[in-house]
């Protein structure tokens, strides 16, 4: 059996939900299905990119999303829910 690969903005679109209302890192990848190994990376550029925002709280860090990580989660959303009806309609369209 093959297993399917998510893309990253699948990854980054559900690390994006996950910290809606705060995620610790062991939060984001137990719920997103990632190691800690890999979701540093995905962390770093979302932060860099003004995506998501770290807070210290006790002596956890909490990643939160941003209005603009937010209005990028929509569009990942809208984009594979499109790309998804796509890809249904070709498949019943007779050639």
């Given amino acids: ?23 610790s890192k062991t939060r984001i990848v137990y719920q997103a299905n990632m190691n800690f190994m890999t979701v540093g990376p995905y962390l770093d550029n979302l932060i860099k990119n ?19 990580g937010m209005d990028l989660k929509e569009r990942f959303e809208r984009f594979q829910r499109d790309i998804g009806n796509f890809y249904t309609c070709a498949s019943t369209t007779p050639p």
């Avoid at 059996?1 to 995620?23: E, F, P, T, Y």
């Fill in 1 to 23: 059996m093959q297993s399917k690969r998510r893309s990253n903005d699948v990854i980054v679109s559900q690390i994006l939900k996950i910290c809606i209302h705060g995620a």
């Fill in 50 to 68: 003004g995506c998501i925002e770290s807070m210290p709280e006790g002596s956890r860090i909490i990643y939160k999303t941003t209005p603009k």
